[in-house]
């Protein structure tokens, strides 16, 4: 049974594009879905209905991950359609896509406007490099992909290294290094939603 402090709608915003990381997409939409939670895809340039490519990252003990094709991911959102006030929650996948994504300036606005609001704000892997575009760190103690550190500190971030299965919340904000993560980061975005499961 899930108690939730939010009167419905509860929709919950995710930020994505072509490759971005396969589970850090599939893994937090669909465990959403099934809390009762509506989670809605956009992506620049595109609209509800339409594809976009995953690729699945690993840990393989090279220096750095490995990268595969993944699925295929639908989008249930126009990117010009959203109604930033109806979101409980910002998710920002991580993968490639978050790369290019930081291009675009609505992206940037979304990513002020849930900052400014202080509703929760999660990203995992390769997300933050979002939020350093945006220029939202000052200030802010989080977590991220290794490889991302220097561009958080750039940000006026505070960069923590955990291990790849922790996560890491402070104020609205939750991030975790990587998928195998998931569970603390998923866990602890639902408290931040004032979520509460008993089983």
């Known amino acids: 049974m899930m108690e939730t402090s939010e009167a419905p709608p509860k929709k919950v915003l995710f ?3 072509d490759y971005v990381e396969d589970y850090e997409i599939m893994v937090p939409f669909q465990s959403l879905k099934a809390l009762g939670y509506e989670p ?4 620049p340039g595109k609209k509800a209905e339409d594809i976009i490519r995953t690729a699945v990252h690993d840990f393989e003990g090279d220096q750095t991950y490995s990268e595969r094709k993944g699925h295929n991911f639908q989008l249930n959102l126009s990117f010009k359609d959203v109604v930033l006030e109806e979101y409980v929650a910002l998710v920002i996948p991580g993968g490639r896509s978050a790369e ?13 406007y849930f900052m400014k609001e202080n509703k929760p704000v999660a990203a995992i892997c390769h997300g933050p490099l979002v939020l350093a575009a945006a220029g939202v760190l000052s200030g802010r103690r989080l977590t991220a992909y ?11 971030g505070e960069f923590v290294e955990v291990d790849v299965s922790e996560a890491v919340t402070e104020g609205n904000l939750i991030t975790a290094p990587a998928w195998p993560a998931q569970p603390a980061w998923i866990s602890q975005l639902l408290t931040a939603l004032g979520c509460k499961i008993q089983i």
């Open 15 to 17: 930020l994505v594009g």
């Open 100 to 112: 290019y994504i930081r291009l675009h300036e609505k992206i940037l606005d979304i990513v002020k």
């Open 40 to 43: 809605y895809a956009i992506c």
């Open 146 to 156: 290794p490889a991302c550190g220097p561009d958080i500190r750039s940000a006026g």
